[in-house]
């Protein structure tokens, strides 16, 4: 499915996400997720291409991806852009850390 959008090269992006998820001992999670990883790039790449390019993938951690950028406008600035990793079970702990027993569960029915 990997599309290439100028300035985001998708397969490599998606080769550079995969050797951090080894790096960081979460390959076992990189089947389940690579999918969602994907159409997450595409997607930031689609939104944010003519203002940003490609630079680096940072880092992967239990929630997150972190990008490098290249900021087009101001060539001698980059960005980071840092996006939630399409697990399963991150949307409840999420909620779960942003409102505490709010999101629990009725218990008494």
């Given at each position: 499915?990997?599309?290439?959008?100028?300035?985001?090269?998708?397969?490599?992006?998606?080769?550079?996400?995969?050797?951090?998820?080894?790096?960081?001992?979460?390959?076992?999670?990189?089947?389940?997720?690579?999918?969602?990883?994907?159409?997450?790039?595409?997607?930031i790449a689609g939104h944010l291409?003519?203002?940003?390019?490609?630079?680096?993938?940072?880092?992967?951690?239990?929630?997150?991806?972190?990008?490098?950028?290249?900021?087009?406008?101001?060539?001698?600035?980059?960005?980071?852009?840092?996006?939630?990793?399409?697990?399963?079970?991150?949307?409840?702990?999420?909620?779960?850390?942003?409102?505490?027993?709010?999101?629990?569960?009725?218990?008494s029915g």
């Amino acid at each position: 499915m990997a599309t290439e959008i100028e300035g985001w090269p998708i397969k490599t992006i998606l080769s550079h996400i995969k050797e951090l998820y080894d790096k960081e001992g979460l390959s076992s999670a990189w089947p389940g997720e690579a999918a969602g990883v994907e159409e997450a790039i595409i997607a930031i790449a689609g939104h944010l291409r003519k203002r940003y390019s490609y630079r680096v993938a940072l880092g992967v951690g239990g929630s997150g991806i972190v990008l490098r950028l290249k900021d087009i406008l101001f060539p001698s600035m980059d960005a980071a852009l840092k996006f939630s990793r399409p697990s399963p079970g991150t949307a409840l702990i999420l909620a779960e850390m942003l409102g505490g027993a709010t999101f629990a569960p009725n218990a008494s029915g």
